[in-house]
């Protein structure tokens, strides 16, 4: 018989996410995932003017921020045919790059390493034996005997004061962690380098956006202009710190995140073999050399892979109303044309209708409606969006940069390619897409500046800013590629005014429950055959799902009716 854990809520993630697993014969057999709030941000920017949309959906999220305010004036620019000067397309690269490279570290350091690195083993690390293995993997000057006897003396108080704060729910001890001592120090001591770090690189989105988070977009171009003498302008010593916050990002990223990651990899390889979930990959592309229009020259090439077949990658098309398609079979909605329809986002319906128990409850209805997230499908497929389909669409469609660093890793690891489809694959692609990602700012960052010493400092294209100048009717789709995976705006505006507006975000892809052929979506299926080791300590299940950086809060947004929070985690 098998028994039934419930997980409700993950923790260490953006939103609120209930997982329901069965478990038999020590593997879970089955899995649920539950997405328990509501968002309808489509509804709240209706009848609204879509230059001003980006403001409101670009507040789904402030960790994933800015990604939402760049799809919403890409779908506006889209319908309303509007072309952006070169400029402000390589200043919403840098910050795209910003966005990704700020979250990956974040990720690893901060959302996923608690559960491979445990914090109380360290305490009993050699602080001489963690320099030796430091200074081996890395140059990182941080890596002195002294530099970790001290740390190792503040976590012990820290310990033994017995406010653990974040720390105190961890599975500290479980059998499933495999690191030695020092390793756990290392990973410790770059957890809280990586808190200070991550508050530098965010400025670049200040400088050029005004703020972090949430920074400023505009339809047309970007809000902010270049005057290299104007003390109030992007002038030459903003530039200059720019170029310095991205060139510390880079060794930041080489000399941290990626030594780390291949010396606590090697502890975990089972890991190459379990949690792959689908085999499909979806890739909606970004990060253009020329202009977002030209699909062909995208750094993240577009496509889809399915069956883990990569001999043969699929062309992507989002206007075409078979590809992608909404459904709320297992889902709290209503469509008007019946519970078995898809949609596409053009023809997208958001109305509620919640048939769920109250909560705090046992158990999903999972032959019923289960989650807030509506499921998406492409051609009738569940994919799986992420670092992981970007790096495996990039490997098979034979980019030199990809391969490279695809191939480097494999090397090291001493793992075959199939490897990557994992767990352990997706936290690893992550790293990889950061050395590329380091890379490809600091070409964008050139460009920049080559364009403005030859006179072009033109920011926005004002030509359709007056609204009579419109179609009565115009729909447009604005793309790109959030760090959790493909993300897409659809809009549809009348008269001037928005009459349909719809988000299909990475964390819908992955998170979301049942189609109506029964389907599961890329975190159900991933959870299927994982071990494990103690149901009452579940922290196999948390690294699968942290491996896909969930973001609940862009794809749902509530609490109960009395704005309870209700956590727990329950054996029935």
Not at 386 to 414: M, Q, T
Not at 522 to 546: F, G, M, N, Q
């Amino acid at each position: 018989m098998a028994q039934r854990i419930v997980v409700d809520p993950i923790t260490r993630i953006e939103g609120h996410l209930r997982i329901e697993a069965e478990i038999k014969d020590g593997k879970i057999s089955e899995a649920y995932s539950s997405g328990t709030m509501v968002r309808l941000l489509e509804e709240i920017v209706k009848g609204r003017d879509p230059r001003e949309a980006w403001a409101f959906v670009g507040r789904v999220c402030g960790v994933c921020t800015t990604v939402h305010s760049l799809a919403s004036i890409r779908s506006v620019e889209d319908a309303l045919d509007i072309t952006v000067p070169h400029n402000a397309e390589l200043v919403r690269n840098l910050m795209f790059c910003t966005q990704n490279l700020h979250d990956h570290v974040v990720h690893f350091y901060h959302l996923h390493a608690l559960d491979w690195v445990d914090i109380v083993s360290a305490l009993k690390a050699d602080p001489k034996l963690t320099s030796q293995i430091a200074q081996s993997i890395s140059n990182w000057p941080k890596s002195s005997p002294g530099y970790f006897s001290d740390l190792q003396k503040r976590l012990t108080k820290f310990v033994e004061s017995g406010q653990l704060g974040i720390f105190a729910n961890g599975y500290w001890g479980h059998s499933a962690y495999k690191l030695p001592p020092e390793v756990n120090l290392i990973g410790v001591a770059h957890y809280l380098e990586a808190l200070e770090w991550q508050k530098e690189i965010v400025k670049i989105h200040a400088i050029f956006g005004g703020k972090n988070p949430h920074p400023n977009y505009l339809v047309g171009g970007m809000a902010c202009s270049i005057s290299l003498d104007d003390a109030s302008g992007i002038n030459a010593e903003r530039l200059a710190y720019v170029g310095q916050l991205l060139k510390q990002a880079k060794e930041f990223v080489e000399q941290v995140y990626i030594p780390d990651l291949l010396a606590i990899a090697p502890y975990y390889l089972d890991w190459g073999a379990i949690g792959g979930g689908l085999g499909n990959y979806l890739v909606y592309g970004d990060l253009s050399t020329s202009s977002y229009a030209d699909v062909m020259n995208y750094k993240f090439p577009a496509g889809a892979i399915l069956n883990k077949d990569l001999s043969h990658i699929h062309e992507v098309n989002l206007r075409e109303d078979s590809e992608v398609q909404e459904f709320i079979k297992h889902s709290w909605y209503e469509y008007a044309g019946g519970d078995e329809a898809g949609l596409h986002p053009w023809k997208g319906e958001t109305k509620l209708k919640y048939t769920g128990p109250k909560p705090p409850f046992d158990q999903l209805n999972i032959e019923e409606k289960y989650s807030y997230l509506k499921t998406p499908r492409w051609k009738g497929h569940a994919m799986e969006v992420g670092p992981l389909a970007r790096v495996l669409v990039g490997y098979a469609s034979g980019r030199p940069d990809f391969k490279e660093v695809v191939e480097s890793v494999l090397k090291k690891l001493n793992i075959p390619a199939t490897a990557l489809f994992s767990t352990l694959g997706r936290t690893a692609a992550r790293g990889l897409e950061s050395i590329l990602v380091a890379q490809w700012s600091l070409e964008f960052y050139d460009q920049l500046l080559t364009n403005i010493k030859n006179g072009d400092t033109r920011m926005a294209n004002t030509e359709k800013f007056n609204p009579e100048t419109w179609p009565k009717h115009a729909q447009g789709v604005g793309h790109t590629e959030a760090p959790r995976g493909a993300l897409a705006h659809w809009i549809v505006i009348e008269d001037q005014k928005i009459a349909n507006y719809q988000l299909v975000v990475p964390s819908t892809w992955n998170a979301s429950p049942r189609d109506p052929k029964g389907q599961s979506s890329a975190y159900e299926a991933a959870l299927k055959d994982t071990p494990i080791a103690d149901s009452s300590k579940p922290v196999e299940i948390l690294r699968t799902i942290h491996s896909f950086d969930p973001c609940l809060a862009c794809a749902v947004h509530l609490y109960d009716e009395e704005g309870k929070n209700v956590s727990q985690v329950k054996v029935l």
